[in-house]
């Protein structure tokens, strides 16, 4: 994954340079394939693609090592002040966990402002207007793909997600047609697809420079069947890439109001009616933790108050002996996690070797031994020979 220097610092103030961020990857979190003056090359676990995939949460991880402050990007929708309606049907909830979307009003089509057209030229893609580069943008800063379809050529003024039809044909961006199967799932009107879900959007609703109204889309889908599908169709894109590995559900509904934020402050506009479909309010999980056990677990000799401020600043709640997980930490469930999170952030560099302790017993024959060895002496006596054969394993 692709990290732009300028953007970490946005958001890190205090970062002196790209030797420090390639620093705390290397140390304290990911490898580092390559870099230069600008961009970080880093090589993403699969299992952190929901929280650390953008440069908000990679800012939070140099933050949690180094100490130095966050200035967190921060969203100020407002109330709608729009009263068009529209409707989201969630069909197949099985692969889509979430979907929320917001109708946003005469927003005005232009080539980007500078600051974007350069941070989605150092992200590897081209501009294209203002709105198309701000999802991209939200994509890269937040995590969270998005996609925005004009209004008005919606069939029906709703939006369905669905299981493909066995055949069903679409055209999308990249002015391919693809032949879709079933078990895919896609975004649909009253007509048919607008786009294949989690992975690309399609032609029939594509954002032009006549758009004036858009349906703002952020959902949530189960990873094992984007992958498939991105597979079938042979088509991997930035979102499918990060879909794939299931992201956090609180992050459709954060992408889509800091995309909204952006769109009013670069695109004008007027805010619409929000709708979040198939969505249950989750509770963070809670886990039991205990410095002294995590000290035996690792032998490292840290103060209670030390453990527990590492916890802090990865943003863990920590009260008493049970430390409460961000929603976005999908990979923490258990108390070694935890304890893996202690110690990346103390340094694994800073860890003594040493040698293991154990105890040496003296040697006894064992009695089946000793009758084998009695049967290997008594059998040729009597004519027999003993033949070795390979051993298949």
Not at 163 to 171: V, Y
Not at 277 to 299: A, D
Request: proline residues 4%; hydrophobic residues 45%; charged residues 25%.
């Amino acid at each position: 994954m692709k990290v732009s220097y300028n953007w970490l610092k946005k958001i890190v103030p205090g970062l002196k340079s790209v030797k420090q961020a390639v620093e705390v990857f290397e140390n304290h979190l990911f490898e580092v394939e390559s870099f230069d003056k600008k961009i970080i090359d880093l090589k993403i676990l699969p299992n952190r693609f929901s929280d650390a995939a953008c440069h908000v949460g990679l800012a939070k991880e140099i933050a949690a090592v180094t100490g130095l402050k966050l200035n967190l990007p921060k969203a100020k929708v407002g109330k709608a002040k729009v009263k068009r309606q529209f409707e989201v049907l969630v069909k197949v909830p099985d692969l889509c966990r979430r979907m929320t979307a917001r109708y946003v009003e005469g927003i005005k089509i232009k080539p980007s402002p500078k600051w974007l057209a350069e941070a989605i030229l150092e992200m590897g893609l081209q501009p294209i207007n203002n709105l198309v580069d701000l999802t991209n943008y939200v994509t890269f800063e937040m995590g969270q793909p998005l996609h925005a379809f004009d209004f008005e050529k919606l069939v029906g003024g709703k939006i369905i997600v669905r299981g493909a039809n066995e055949g069903e044909e679409i055209e999308l961006l990249d002015h391919k047609k693809y032949v879709l199967k079933k078990g895919m799932a896609v975004i649909a009107d009253a007509l048919a697809p607008l786009d294949v879900a989690g992975i690309k959007g399609g032609r029939r609703a594509e954002i032009n420079n006549e758009t004036k109204n858009i349906l703002l889309v952020s959902g949530n889908f189960l990873g094992s069947n984007i992958y498939k599908t991105s597979r079938l169709l042979g088509l991997q894109t930035d979102a499918s890439l990060r879909f794939s590995h299931d992201l956090a559900l609180v992050l459709a509904m954060e992408g889509l109001d800091r995309a909204t934020d952006l769109i009013l402050e670069v695109c004008d506009g007027k805010v619409g009616m929000t709708a979040d479909v198939n969505f249950t309010k989750i509770k963070p999980k809670t886990i039991q933790f205990s410095c002294e056990r995590f000290r035996k677990l690792t032998g490292i000799a840290l103060k209670d108050v030390e453990i527990l401020k590492y916890l802090k600043r990865l943003g863990f709640s920590v009260k008493g002996e049970a430390v409460e997980v961000p929603l976005n930490r999908t990979d923490i469930n258990i108390f070694p996690d935890l304890v893996e999170e202690v110690t990346r952030l103390y340094g694994y560099k800073n860890l003594e070797g040493a040698a293991p302790l154990f105890t040496l017993n003296h040697a006894n024959y064992d009695d089946v031994v000793n009758l084998e060895d009695k049967i290997r002496e008594i059998l040729p006596r009597l004519g027999l020979s003993e033949v070795y054969n390979h051993t298949l394993v």
